[in-house]
């Protein structure tokens, strides 16, 4: 049986990581979206979050605005990316060469 790392996400929330699909900054507020399709708004900033979704291999920070779960990509493009349930944002310049080489190899696996 596969467990999950629950991560923490603001004041007392916990959430498996597996249900994560984006974080998206606004200000010092992360709408969280989730996979049953709820979004779930935190008072924690996206650099927290970054460094409390270092220890989960499959999160990826590729905008400043952005942190996606690599598991739910549908398609990566040089400046947008895609997601399950509809989800899509932007993707940095800098960010877009380094993701698009890890995108590729997880796919030839």
């Given at each position: 049986?596969?467990?999950?790392?629950?991560?923490?996400?603001?004041?007392?929330?916990?959430i498996?990581?597996?249900l994560v699909?984006?974080?998206?900054?606004?200000?010092n507020?992360?709408l969280?979206?989730l996979?049953?399709g709820?979004?779930?708004?935190?008072?924690?900033?996206?650099?927290k979050?970054e460094?409390?979704?270092?220890?989960v291999e499959?999160?990826a920070?590729?905008?400043?605005?952005?942190?996606?779960?690599?598991?739910?990509l549908k398609?990566?493009?040089?400046?947008?990316?895609s997601?399950?349930n509809n989800?899509?944002?932007?993707v940095?310049?800098?960010?877009?060469k380094i993701?698009?080489?890890?995108?590729?190899?997880?796919?030839a696996i």
């Amino acid at each position: 049986m596969k467990t999950y790392k629950n991560i923490h996400l603001g004041s007392h929330l916990y959430i498996p990581s597996h249900l994560v699909i984006m974080i998206k900054a606004d200000i010092n507020y992360s709408l969280i979206y989730l996979s049953n399709g709820n979004k779930v708004v935190v008072a924690t900033c996206l650099k927290k979050l970054e460094q409390r979704l270092a220890e989960v291999e499959s999160f990826a920070r590729v905008h400043k605005s952005y942190i996606i779960n690599l598991s739910y990509l549908k398609s990566f493009e040089e400046g947008h990316f895609s997601l399950e349930n509809n989800l899509s944002g932007l993707v940095s310049r800098r960010k877009f060469k380094i993701y698009k080489r890890i995108v590729e190899y997880k796919r030839a696996i």
